[in-house]
């Protein structure tokens, strides 16, 4: 008889592929010798990335959907796949309310915080525009009750994680792998075409608009890659000049693409949301050599400033973007030299490695019965 997992990864808005709660985490742990499995909505039970069981709901229509639907499905599955000893490491806040319950019910859980979602439910366009803030606070109250049932937090970033008690939390940031970006066939940066790439969900408030119109008056072409959020976003995009639309790409697919262009876009607009987040993209591009132009705000300057690694410019000005994308485009010896120093800062100070080891020390605490938290690194 099959032995249950050590740890459930659940989720309903991630992927079996998800870099973070999939290759990195589910895999981090399986490597250090945890039985992990994933929950989540796919097609049918399989193997993700590291031989890391996945165990699949199906997946949802809509936003609506997957509250009603899909979570509930992920938590029956996991409750049936799980042993006496199994923790529950949920990464969605759809999940919260569940994760409570499973709490209550002597459980060992563990929230995995990637957002302020009590910030971020004030945007999300699928709950109803009276409701958002009422669900704000919902969420707020959720995580806060979670902070003192849950037997762990593992928290994204580091205004995130000290939002939770210190002795339960441990910050593990999303940083990547090192050599998973840098394709080994990359074109030399000289020879590449005009042409610059945006990688991850498409919306408009991550600057879609303003990316494709100051890409346009320069005759360059921008390659989207990634899912649109509408989906219907996507017919505004589609056969559009100076515009390349990819939809999802492997990870694989990811390095190679970013292996022929020239930089890496990642203008998200001003909104709560992002004004003080890690744009994971923006290490992503770093470690695949890429210039960068990226938001002028105060959390993305703590980064490409002291690398001089990208040019940093008002996501709301198109004209501004498109000097920017311009700039890199007429100066590829000074662009590439950008590129050299992001990839620097990556190896450096920014890798998936040391924030794994966070993780298996968190895990390693959890298991013996100890406190998990652990200080915030500067």
Known sequence: MTAPPDVLHLATTHTAGDPRVAQKEAGTLAEAG??????????????????VAVYGVERPATGRDRVLRTTPAVVRRALAEAGPRTVFHLHDADLLAHGLALALRGRRVVYDAHEDTPRQALHQPWIPARLRRPAGWAYGAAEALGGRLFAG????EPAIARRYPAAKTALVRNFPLLGELA????????????????????????????????????????????????????????????VVVHGVLDRPAVAALLGGVRAGLSVLHPTPKYLEAYPTKLFEYMAAGLPLVASDFPVIRQFVEPAQCGILVDPLDVDAIGRAVGWILDHPAQAEAMGARGRAAVESSYTWAPEGRRLVAFYDALQAGRAPGQPIPV
């Open 34 to 51: 945890l039985r992990v499995g994933l929950v989540l909505p796919h097609d049918g039970d399989g193997v993700g990335p590291g031989g």
């Open 153 to 156: 937090v593992v928290a994204a």
């Open 183 to 242: 394709a080994p066939g990359a074109a030399p940066y000289a020879e590449r075409p005009a042409a610059v790439a945006y990688v991850g969900s498409i919306t408009r408030a991550r600057g879609a608009e303003e990316m494709a119109r100051a890409v346009a008056g320069r005759g360059a072409t921008l390659h989207l890659a990634g899912p649109f959020h509408p989906p219907a976003l996507a017919d505004a995009f589609r056969g559009r000049g100076g």
